[in-house]
């Protein structure tokens, strides 16, 4: 064990027993500019309870903030609301240090475990709205299948009006407060959404059902404690209606531009393109791919009402960076946006027809004609491309204004 970690207070009942990641910067294709955290929460009830794990080589750092409140084989049960390995990564040496009489997952999450760990050991299932007994206090159980993982649940424990809201409601920012009213808005605002565009956007019809269930089950929520990222103990259910909207992907007045280029003709068209739709009305955001990566663009894409992309063609194809933002975000599922493309080329030129199928392919409205160059654009071609954004800009007048 790790010594010199302590655990910070969250409830009367809860301890934060997580473990801090500055380092990381992928998290499988997102990039983490801010680092991350992984969140373990102690519960000192009657019955002492962990409420999720860490990632595997943060088992030291965990174990050593729960001795600072308590000796860790006092532990009775540990709970798993998510068997992914950033959270579930350190149970099987959680188990082996605890030794605990239970551990508690969904049905899904039993056979998940069971999966990822062979010969983990005896996993209990618990029901939809079962209730776990520690004794002085209980932890409720409410699956949320599919938001994000079909194994995924969250805990509620009643004594402290705690919700243990697991992957929902978190973000991946590294930081030394644990409680989001100590963080700076913008970069809170940023994060969440940036988290939200690349985890949760394209299961949103669930997340709005989730959203309802929890509502509906008249629980109240004084603090929601994610498995990612800071706390939230003031106004808790801001960030809920944050979701709710989000899900509803309404598009807004902001023009994601995102391009790479070759020798440069490509990035020509793009500028131009950009100083029409801004000239237009429209909020612009240019992401060049050889320096911007496809979670950034993910994230502006959250609140904006229209996707421009830009390719040279290269061996009848897409640029790889292009081609490789276009399969990222078509698994994203972004709904509601208006879209164009555009393209130099030399000979053949199929790259701006294969944008097009794509954009199609994930329900974008085309809002104008593709433009493309052969070679190096002329004045007049530039002028179509500045006209381009115009039009898109048009098609997004009117729209309520990004805030990002
Ligand atoms: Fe943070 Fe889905 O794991």
Redesign the pocket.
């Known amino acids: 064990m790790n010594d010199g970690f302590k655990a910070v207070r969250v409830t009367d009942n809860v301890w934060w027993v997580g473990a801090v990641d500055w380092g990381v910067r992928d998290?499988h294709g997102y990039k983490t500019s801010r680092g991350?955290t992984?969140n373990a929460y102690l519960v000192t009830a009657e019955t002492p309870v962990l409420v999720d794990t860490v990632k595997k080589p943060f088992f030291g750092e965990m174990m050593s903030r729960v001795a600072s409140v308590i000796e860790p084989g006092k532990i009775r049960c540990i709970v798993s609301n998510?068997s992914?390995?950033?959270?579930s990564g350190a149970l099987p040496e959680a188990i082996a240090a605890i030794r605990p009489e239970k551990v508690f997952a969904s049905e899904m999450g039993r056979k998940a475990l069971g999966e990822h760990f062979h010969g983990l050991g005896d996993v209990t299932a618990v029901r939809e709205g079962e209730k776990v007994s520690l004794g002085n206090m209980s932890l409720a159980f409410l699956e949320t299948k599919m938001v994000?993982?079909p194994d995924?649940m969250v805990s509620y424990l009643d004594a402290d009006k705690l919700l243990f809201s697991?992957?929902g409601f978190?973000m991946h920012l590294a930081s030394g407060e644990r409680f989001a009213d100590e963080l700076p808005g913008h970069v809170l605002d940023y994060e969440a959404a940036k988290y939200y565009a690349n985890?949760l956007l394209p299961l949103s019809g669930l997340v709005v059902k989730v959203i309802e269930k929890i509502k509906a089950s008249g629980l109240e929520i004084g603090v929601i404690a994610p498995?990612?990222g800071p706390i939230w103990r003031k106004e808790p259910l801001a960030i809920v209606e944050k979701y709710a909207a989000w899900a509803t992907q309404k598009p807004l007045n902001k023009t994601v531009i995102a391009y790479d280029t070759m020798w440069g003709s490509t990035e020509l068209m793009a500028m131009a393109l950009g100083d029409g739709a801004a000239a237009g009305g429209s909020r612009v955001r240019l992401f060049p791919l050889k320096s911007s990566h496809r979670s950034d663009v993910a994230a502006e894409l959250l609140d904006a009402g229209a996707l421009v992309v830009g390719s040279p063609t290269i061996n009848n194809g897409l640029f790889p960076t292009v081609a490789d933002m276009m399969a990222y975000l078509k698994g994203l599922k972004r709904q509601g946006l208006a879209g164009a493309a555009f393209g130099s080329y030399g000979w053949s030129g199929e790259a701006v027809k294969h944008l097009e199928e794509t954009l199609a392919a994930m329900n974008v409205e085309k809002a104008a004609e593709s433009v493309r160059s052969k070679y190096v654009p002329d004045a007049d071609t530039l002028a179509r491309c500045r006209a381009l954004g115009e039009t898109v800009a048009a098609k997004l007048k009117g729209l309520p204004e990004a805030v990002r």
């Not at 992914?84 to 959270?87: Q, Y």
Request: glycine content about 6%; aromatic content about 18%.
């Open positions: 998290f991350t992984y998510h992914e390995m950033d959270h994000h993982w995924s697991q992957d978190g985890i498995d990612h």
